[in-house]
T-cell receptor
Framework: GAVVSQHPSRVICKSGTSVKIECRSLDFQATTMFWYRQFPKQSLMLMATSNEGSKATYEQGVEKDKFLINHASLTLSTLTVTSAHPEDSSFYIC??????????????FGAGTRLSVL | AQKVTQAQTEISVVEKEDVTLDCVYETRDTTYYLFWYKQPPSGELVFLIRRNSFDEQNEISGRYSWNFQKSTSSFNFTITASQVVDSAVYFCALSDSSGGYQKVTFGTGTKLQVIP
């Protein structure tokens, strides 16, 4: 199966600092990656769609300047939470779509990053 | 608009029992995809199955089986002879043309607890 690696798995930071989360597709190329946020006991909320070589598309209500997304290559997308505050504490999950025939439209997920802002 | 409903919030079964997780969806499209994902306590979502709207055949994979019925807009998931390792949150999901067949709408999930 397709493997997506997400780092770090857990991060604790002070309020006001920035945190970068990486999402890598290890054994496939991904022109499209997605970033989700999940609150405890809730479903996944799509934050943005990350497209290689172009600007990310953010969902309504998601602050572009707060959550910076860069998709510089076909295997790497990053999410930077800028000037993090306690309300940004959450579980962030990335996913990637493989270009392999037969796997179209299937999102493969990373293990998630638990962010705690003190 | 697309919508996925998983009415069962939590289910508890005793090991070796069979359990069915319900999923009802809404879409205006005739072409769409349905998915099931498993999220164990570790947090990573694991892809289980994808079904396109033109393939109504039921599928069986080991102890897992899926029943897709377009007439009732349902895509139910059955685990036979459940095991403790099946304990997880299971999400049903849908993609259609509104999201370019890439963006996915997730249901709210069903938490399954298998008691030894």
């Amino acid at each position: 199966g397709a493997v997506v690696s997400q780092h770090p798995s857990r991060v604790i930071c002070k309020s006001g600092t920035s945190v970068k989360i990486e999402c890598r597709s290890l054994d496939f190329q991904a022109t499209t990656m997605f970033w989700y946020r999940q609150f405890p006991k809730q479903s996944l909320m799509l934050m943005a769609t990350s497209n290689e070589g172009s600007k990310a598309t953010y969902e309504q209500g998601v602050e572009k300047d707060k959550f910076l997304i860069n998709h510089a290559s076909l295997t790497l997308s990053t999410l930077t939470v800028t000037s993090a505050h306690p309300e940004d504490s959450s579980f962030y999950i990335c996913s990637a779509i493989s270009l392999r025939p037969g796997t179209e439209n299937i999102q493969y997920f990373g293990a998630g990053t638990r962010l705690s802002v003190l | 608009a697309q919508k996925v409903t998983q009415a069962q919030t939590e289910i508890s079964v005793v090991e070796k029992e069979d359990v069915t997780l319900d999923c009802v969806y809404e879409t205006r499209d005739t072409t769409y995809y349905l998915f099931w994902y498993k999220q164990p306590p570790s947090g990573e979502l694991v892809f289980l199955i994808r079904r396109n709207s033109f393939d109504e055949q039921n599928e069986i994979s080991g102890r897992y089986s899926w029943n897709f019925q377009k007439s009732t807009s349902s895509f139910n998931f059955t685990i036979t002879a459940s095991q403790v390792v099946d304990s997880a949150v299971y999400f049903c999901a849908l993609s259609d043309s509104s999201g370019g067949y890439q963006k996915v709408t997730f249901g709210t999930g069903t938490k399954l607890q298998v008691i030894p």
